[in-house]
């Protein structure tokens, strides 16, 4: 059974940082995509960044600069480290880790920029 708990949210004002991070069991970790995705109050979840299992990011145009994803294989672990937060971060956060006909998510976590 596939299992992704998130830890690291919460409240922040402008400015600051916060480091998110997901841990998976119960799936070959390293041969996954890992992503991050968020989901403000009445939209719809988009995709924040993502690391290939060879180590390629990407990431949404307003978060670059701001945001680091990185992964570490050994410890079945992403991580998502937010500096220079804006209240427009607001959101739940998931991870989710792909490979072709399999797509898992965590349970979100909720960080919340104060101005």
């Known amino acids: 059974q596939v299992q992704l708990v998130e830890t690291g949210g919460g409240l922040v004002q402008a400015g600051g940082s916060l480091s998110l991070s997901c841990t998976a069991s119960?799936?070959?970790?390293?041969?996954?995509?890992a992503r991050w995705y968020s989901q403000a109050p009445g939209k719809q979840r988009e995709l924040v960044a993502l690391?290939?299992?060879?180590?390629?990011?990407t990431y949404q145009d307003s978060v670059k600069g701001r945001f680091t994803i990185s992964r570490d294989n050994a410890k079945n672990t992403v991580y998502l480290q937010m500096n220079s937060l804006k209240p427009e971060d607001t959101a739940v956060y998931y991870c989710?880790?792909?490979?072709?006909?399999?797509?898992?998510w965590g349970q979100g976590t909720q960080v919340t920029v104060s101005s």
């Open positions: 119960g799936l070959i970790f390293s041969i996954h995509v």
């Open positions: 989710n880790f792909f490979r072709p006909g399999r797509n898992y």
């Open positions: 690391i290939t299992s060879g180590g390629t990011t």
